[in-house]
């Protein structure tokens, strides 16, 4: 700490203007008459204020701390008066609770701000700085103990010590990093997959169940083009890990519409589905204009065609929504046919360029 | 009214018997009556300390109800329109904290308030400290340890707002989790290892629980008394004026005046996050509802402090590499890399940078006035504007959507704003600058208006100018020329530079001194002319009062 006794000063008045509110130094009569107006030569830089004037101030401070003390009493009585359980108790209770709070609290703060304006002296009071290096004795003392002690402890001149201690260091310093490991499975190819893949679920191909209802999509039914649906896999509606890659969003498009980037076998009747999930950041991509079909995604508005393979006409995403292959079931309801043929969702180092490979196996095979 | 004349009995008692056993005495005696000098903008970090601390009260009473578990329940509690919705325990018990514990909706409303304010009372305290060079030897690690505060608190603020589980914050863990899959190499395995496999898992809200509530806040604490305790020992800077130098401090003193001053600013400052807690709605999560990822509202907006990674996110064009089967995002990478990397890093360098270029290895204790260090000034208010566009184009839709702008325009105006409009705020700022050191070396030069007008003998009317009060002038008085290294003017004129100033960075350290450094407009320069930056000033003296100054008119 500090290595000085607070020694004052001559005082300086800092400016000759007075703080409003405090009392000029030349016509105060101080607390205790005529002796403390000689105490004020007598210690510097103090400068009390005016009896009358600190009479005035102790008087507002007393009423602001009456005031702490009436809401206080509110708070407690509001606790016990009003009880929530209900949206309009809480939001009575929260106003009573909160405004006695308030009130108490800028009660308390405005009487100590007048206290301490009004009833104590006005400082103007000096110290010394000293700067913060220390003397050249004690650094050189500093130094040769530390040489001293490392002499004495041996560490500079037995280098089998020296060099056991790191070793024996360095592995249990990992050992923290070693538990970490658990903290989830590896990556594989759990990124590349999702709850639509047949294989999944055993060669069943999933019927799309409209988002929030859970119904089935009959594709008869949706057959007004410009609709959207917001869809997810038949029996995940409550797996949000799964859910967050399998949304889909299902659009009814006018053939004439139809652009080269859309993949026509994996449509059915004009209805497409392509990922919900923004291949930004992964934001659901939920907004969508019928007259432009432009799918928008709220987050950081990627805009992707939908007429065109949800082709990214804007913004940061570098890659269409995914397009996923469905078709009808026997029963004429909407099922997924496939899973993606890419990776849904934001990019990662291990996806690179799924979508030309996608090309060229089709070119190959 | 009498006067004590002795320590009554029971203190005397108790601390005798504390200083019996702890020697306290020795400390107080240093310390009772250390002297806090007086500004107002010395007050700005009080109010994220104190933050903080309602933050930490506030915290302790949410955590009491609060489960952090993504287990499903059925929602069963007073609020009718989610009854029979699954939900997470944590947004559940987030709801009850909300509306069956008395004053629970009050303390979760402070507590994010006291978030807002904490981070922001952070930033406009920093500000201050970088403006007034209050950062320089020998408060510079005081300085880190600032710059590491400032970004632990983002990080506390995104875990605990994560925490709810509802569909607003979801959106924020969504697009966290984008960013981390996104880093090259070992972005996968961040994020399956942070959401224990893919995302959203059912882990992650119980993790950030734990950082958010003991880990992040274990270390602020830390840091936050490391912070205390060098401003105490080193002592606070103190503005420039009369009787106030590099060696002494000026003010009141701890006991009794300082100590109940930050009583009541605690007091205020607790005062106005319960007034916002109870008449401003926040986070109203039963609104949002629970989180899926399957939806968002439109409009979704992250708390101010997370608005600027947003706008950077939202203004990148959208660039993606693949080399050799892997692939970097660039359009994730870049925007929420490099902005925070060139502010954080920025700022925690800076110190050094500067006195890298002025060589300037002396104590400082006296403020700076901003005028009076224009490129650093300068830099800062760019840095701000940077800061600025992204923040303000993270609400690229809101301000689309209330001002009838097309949204695309609002994202091509701040790719090209984030270049421009930093410049021109350096350029801008600059030139006040000097404008306002002229200002002072004319009130220095020539005095201030008296309001008296004067006839001269052969008709001529002029308005008297007497000398400026005192206390102004000593403030005035107070601005130094900036340090520039030894030998960085040899460079540019025909000597020969001396060894450090060789070479490329040698000679570019010199040219960064020259331009930073020095006296660009001398307080004292009345009869002088031709200097800093080119202009010359022609000032008559005091009380000439030929009332056409020149200075002003460049």
């Known amino acids: 700490m500090t290595d000085h006794t607070p020694g004052t000063e001559l005082p300086e008045d800092r400016a000759p203007k007075r703080v409003i509110g405090t009392p000029s130094p030349a016509s105060g009569t101080s607390l205790l008459g005529r002796e403390e107006q000689a105490g004020e030569a007598a210690v510097p830089g103090v400068h009390p204020p005016d009896e009358k004037k600190a009479r005035r101030a102790e008087r507002i401070a007393a009423l602001c701390f009456f005031i702490t003390f009436l809401s206080g009493i509110g708070f407690i009585a509001s606790y016990v008066a009003f009880q929530v359980n209900t949206v309009d108790n809480t939001a009575v209770s929260n106003l009573a609770l909160g405004g006695t709070l308030t009130l108490a609290l800028l009660g ?47 560490i500079t001149k037995r280098p089998l010590l020296r060099r056991t201690l790191l070793a024996a260091a360095a592995p249990l310093g990992l050992a923290p990093l070693v538990l970490l490991k658990d903290l989830g499975p590896l990556p594989e190819t759990k990124l590349r997959h999702t709850v639509w893949s047949p294989e999944h679920n055993g060669g069943k191909e999933l019927r799309l169940v409209v988002e929030g209802s859970g119904q089935p999509i009959r594709a008869a039914d949706f057959n007004s083009p410009g609709g959207l649906l917001s869809v997810v896999p038949e029996g995940y509606e409550h797996d949000l890990t799964a859910l967050a890659k399998a949304t889909l969003i299902l659009i009814n498009l006018r053939p004439e519409e139809i652009k080269s980037g859309t993949n026509k076998n994996w449509m059915h009747n004009g209805i497409v589905a392509y990922s919900k999930i923004c291949t930004h950041v992964g934001c659901p991509a939920a907004l969508y204009e019928q007259t432009t079909h432009h799918i928008l995604c709220p987050c950081h508005q990627s805009t992707f065609d939908a007429t065109d393979g949800a082709k990214v006409i804007f913004g940061p995403a570098a890659r269409p929504l995914p397009q996923l292959p469905i078709g009808v079931d026997s029963e004429g309801y909407l099922v997924a046919k496939g899973d993606f043929a890419v990776p849904v969702g934001p990019s990662f180092w291990e996806r690179g360029d799924a979508e030309a490979e996608v090309r060229n196996q089709g070119r190959t095979s | 009214m009498s006067t004590p004349t002795a320590v009554p009995k029971p203190i005397a008692g108790t601390s005798g018997w504390l200083d019996d056993r702890l020697g306290a005495g020795n400390f107080l005696k ?31 009473f949410l955590t009491f109800w609060f489960k952090p578990s993504m287990g499903h329940v059925i929602y069963d509690g007073p609020y009718e329109p989610l009854k029979g919705v699954m939900v997470s325990e944590a947004y559940a018990s987030s709801l009850h904290i909300s509306f069956e514990v008395r004053g629970g909706l009050l303390m979760r409303q402070i507590h994010h308030w006291a978030a807002l304010l904490f981070i922001a009372g952070m930033m406009v305290h920093m500000l201050r400290v970088f403006f007034t060079g209050a950062y320089r030897k020998p408060r510079e690690l005081n300085w880190i340890i600032g710059v590491l505060l400032l970004s632990l608190a983002l990080f506390e603020g995104l875990t605990g707002y994560s925490l709810p589980d509802d569909l607003l914050s979801g959106a924020g863990l969504r697009i966290t989790q984008g960013v981390a899959i996104s880093l090259p190499l070992v972005g996968t395995y961040i994020s399956f290892f942070l959401f224990g496999g893919e995302y959203p898992g059912e882990d992650v809200i119980s993790r950030f629980y734990t950082l958010h509530i003991l880990l992040i806040p274990g270390i602020l604490v830390a840091l936050v008394t490391a912070h205390m305790i060098l401003m105490w020992v080193q002592k606070h800077t103190q503005m420039p004026g009369k009787g106030r130098t590099e060696q002494n401090v000026v003010g009141a003193p701890f006991y009794p005046a300082f100590m109940a001053k930050a009583g009541a600013y605690f007091l205020f400052t607790f005062a106005v996050l319960a007034g ?10 039963w609104l949002f509802g629970p989180y899926t990822p399957a939806d968002i509202s439109a409009g979704s907006q992250p708390d101010f402090y997370m608005g600027f990674l947003e706008g950077s996110l939202r203004i990148m064009p959208a660039w993606e590499i693949n080399v050799l089967g892997y692939t970097i995002p660039l359009s994730v990478i870049i925007p929420a890399l490099v902005p925070l990397g060139i502010v954080m890093t920025g700022l925690a360098l800076y110190p050094f940078l500067e006195r890298w270029i002025t060589g300037d290895n002396r104590e400082h204790h006296i403020a700076d006035r901003p005028r009076n260090n224009p490129v650093r000034t300068s830099i800062g208010m760019a840095g701000i504007t940077f800061y600025g566009v992204l923040w303000l184009l993270g609400a690229n839709d809101e301000i689309s959507a209330n001002f009838q702008i097309s949204l695309y325009a609002t994202t091509w105006f701040g790719r090209i704003a984030i270049f421009v409009l930093p410049a021109i705020a350096y350029v801008v700022t600059y030139r006040m600058c000097l404008g306002l050191q002229r200002k002072d070396a004319d009130i220095i030069g020539h005095g201030v208006e008296s309001g008296v007008i004067q006839r001269l003998p052969h008709g001529e009317f002029i308005e008297v100018h007497v000398p400026p009060a005192e206390d102004i002038e000593a403030h005035m008085r107070g601005k130094e020329a900036i340090p520039m290294i030894d030998g960085a003017e040899a460079s540019e004129t025909d000597g020969v530079p001396p060894r450090g100033l060789r070479g ?38 005091i009380g000439s009062g030929t009332g056409d100054d020149k200075s002003l008119t460049h």
Request: aromatic letters at 8%; hydrophobic letters at 40%.
């Open chain 2, 30 to 60: 240093r310390n009772m009556r250390k002297i806090f000098p007086d500004h107002w903008s010395f007050l700005l970090g009080e109010i994220a300390l104190y933050s903080f601390i309602i933050l930490l009260l506030t915290g302790t």
């Open chain 1, 108 to 154: 308390l703060a405005v009487g100590i701000v007048v206290w301490v304006r009004g009833v104590m002296p006005k400082y103007n009071l000096v110290q010394e700085r000293h700067p913060m290096r220390s003397d050249a004795e004690t650094r050189s003392y500093v130094g040769e103990t530390f040489l001293q002690g490392a002499q004495e402890s041996g």
């Open chain 2, 504 to 541: 490329p960075v040698g000679r570019l350290r010199a040219r960064m001194s020259q331009a930073y450094g020095g006296e660009k407009i001398p307080l004292d320069a009345g009869h002088g002319n031709g200097h800093g930056d080119g202009h010359g000033e022609h000032h008559a003296a």
């Open chain 2, 276 to 285: 916002l807690g109870t008449f401003a709605q926040i986070n109203p999560i």
